[in-house]
């Protein structure tokens, strides 16, 4: 019994016997009809073609495929194929395939479109994005006026969920990548300041990257990485099983039920979320200075005290609140506009990602030129 599907030829004057054995299944490799195409044009004299199957032990649908093509080789020049010795089961299929010929144009054919059209597309693509991201903004604005005016409907153990959520989850994964980026800081500061004896002044370089811009940064992509994410898929699935929908037929506002707890929690995590991670930043930091450059706890502490002020805090708290209002609109924003399919969540919280990240850094951007302006 043969292992694998094999073809062979036999000719006989103006014929030519076609022996199919072995199994035939998709999942092994399979003769290609290229065989054929080139035994009948190597014998321009051949008018007939006899099919044989009787060592043929198992097949599915790859026999078929091959069969029709050599079908269609035939009929293209000319050659009779005799089926008799095919298995009944594959010559009706055979026969039922060539009966419901396929339709033209069933096939997609791709066409590249003009370039100016393609610009012009993403350029139309973009601005239905502008849109909608104003939409949505004007709509949260004027959620938040009827946040102050007591007016909006959300249950509070939602809010407190999700404070749990941001906050204290969050904590194990800032400790880490804060501590992290306090040694790298700390130790490619000490590289360079030892070779003029200024390691005392490692202790500035932590506390005041940290403070001021890294503390907050880090923290936002991190949070923008877990919890943005986490805010388009869950509205992203809630859209895609018409829960968004539900809420609106029922009289609730989505925006005031779902995203508007979802930004209260983070503006109010961020700003705890960025003074534990600045201390954890100056720990990183401190065990550099004490393990590699022989300072003291106290030394190092008392450096990093007079390095920073409360200026530079409050400067990097309100960062931070700001990243939170960010990541929170992008991951929410993204969540409204995902599609109705499951594939579309993962994009959307993908997209989520992307967005809170570069709008993060345009901020971090912006707040450095204008705190410059201000002299801060």
């Given at each position: 019994?043969?292992?694998?599907?094999?073809?062979?030829?036999?000719?006989?004057?103006?014929?030519?016997?076609?022996?199919?054995?072995?199994?035939?299944?998709?999942?092994?490799?399979?003769?290609?009809?290229?065989?054929?195409?080139?035994?009948?044009?190597?014998?321009?004299?051949?008018?007939?073609?006899?099919?044989?199957?009787?060592?043929?032990?198992?097949?599915?649908?790859?026999?078929?495929?091959?069969?029709?093509?050599?079908?269609?080789?035939?009929?293209?020049?000319?050659?009779?194929?005799?089926?008799?010795?095919?298995?009944?089961?594959?010559?009706?299929?055979?026969?039922?395939?060539?009966?419901?010929?396929?339709?033209?144009?069933?096939?997609?054919?791709?066409?590249?479109?003009?370039?100016?059209?393609?610009?012009?597309?993403?350029?139309?693509?973009?601005?239905?994005?502008?849109?909608?991201?104003?939409?949505?903004?004007?709509?949260m604005s004027v959620t938040f006026v009827r946040l102050f005016r007591m007016k909006v409907r959300f249950r509070a153990v939602d809010l407190i969920l999700l404070i749990q959520q941001c906050g204290a989850q969050a904590l194990p994964i800032v400790t880490l990548i804060s501590f992290l980026v306090g040694v790298i800081l700390a130790f490619v500061g000490a590289v360079q300041l030892r070779?003029?004896?200024?390691?005392?002044?490692?202790?500035?370089?932590?506390?005041?990257?940290?403070?001021?811009?890294?503390?907050?940064?880090?923290?936002?992509?991190?949070?923008?990485?877990?919890?943005?994410?986490?805010?388009?898929?869950?509205?992203?699935?809630?859209?895609?099983?018409?829960?968004?929908?539900?809420?609106?037929?029922?009289?609730?506002?989505?925006?005031?039920?779902?995203?508007?707890?979802?930004?209260?929690?983070?503006?109010?995590?961020?700003?705890?979320?960025?003074?534990?991670?600045?201390?954890?930043?100056?720990?990183?930091?401190?065990?550099?200075?004490?393990?590699?450059?022989?300072?003291?706890?106290?030394?190092?502490?008392?450096?990093?005290?007079?390095?920073?002020?409360?200026?530079?805090?409050?400067?990097?708290?309100?960062?931070?609140?700001?990243?939170?209002?960010?990541?929170?609109?992008?991951?929410?924003?993204?969540?409204?506009?995902?599609?109705?399919?499951?594939?579309?969540?993962?994009?959307?919280?993908?997209?989520?990602?992307?967005?809170?990240?570069?709008?993060?850094?345009?901020?971090?951007?912006?707040?450095?030129?204008?705190?410059?302006?201000?002299?801060?």
């Amino acid at each position: 019994m043969a292992e694998h599907s094999q073809v062979s030829f036999q000719r006989s004057g103006e014929g030519i016997l076609i022996r199919l054995s072995g199994a035939w299944r998709l999942r092994g490799g399979l003769p290609s009809a290229s065989l054929v195409q080139r035994e009948l044009e190597s014998s321009p004299t051949v008018r007939g073609v006899a099919l044989e199957a009787q060592e043929l032990t198992s097949w599915d649908s790859s026999v078929l495929t091959f069969l029709v093509e050599v079908s269609e080789l035939c009929r293209q020049r000319g050659i009779n194929m005799d089926r008799g010795g095919l298995p009944a089961g594959v010559r009706r299929l055979l026969e039922l395939a060539e009966a419901v010929p396929e339709k033209k144009g069933a096939r997609k054919e791709e066409v590249e479109s003009p370039f100016f059209e393609r610009v012009g597309t993403s350029a139309i693509g973009a601005g239905e994005s502008l849109g909608e991201m104003l939409k949505f903004l004007g709509e949260m604005s004027v959620t938040f006026v009827r946040l102050f005016r007591m007016k909006v409907r959300f249950r509070a153990v939602d809010l407190i969920l999700l404070i749990q959520q941001c906050g204290a989850q969050a904590l194990p994964i800032v400790t880490l990548i804060s501590f992290l980026v306090g040694v790298i800081l700390a130790f490619v500061g000490a590289v360079q300041l030892r070779q003029f004896g200024a390691q005392i002044y490692v202790a500035d370089l932590v506390g005041i990257a940290m403070v001021r811009e890294m503390g907050a940064m880090m923290t936002g992509i991190i949070m923008a990485g877990r919890t943005g994410a986490a805010f388009a898929a869950q509205l992203g699935t809630m859209k895609v099983t018409q829960e968004l929908d539900a809420f609106t037929t029922m009289g609730f506002s989505p925006l005031e039920f779902l995203v508007l707890p979802r930004v209260i929690a983070l503006v109010l995590m961020m700003p705890l979320l960025c003074l534990y991670s600045d201390f954890v930043g100056i720990l990183g930091g401190a065990a550099i200075g004490v393990g590699m450059l022989d300072l003291s706890w106290t030394t190092y502490f008392r450096e990093t005290t007079n390095a920073i002020n409360l200026t530079g805090l409050f400067g990097g708290v309100f960062k931070s609140s700001v990243y939170g209002v960010l990541i929170a609109l992008s991951g929410c924003l993204r969540g409204i506009q995902c599609g109705n399919s499951s594939s579309a969540v993962g994009d959307a919280a993908t997209s989520a990602v992307v967005t809170g990240i570069v709008a993060i850094v345009t901020a971090c951007g912006v707040f450095a030129v204008v705190f410059y302006v201000l002299g801060i």
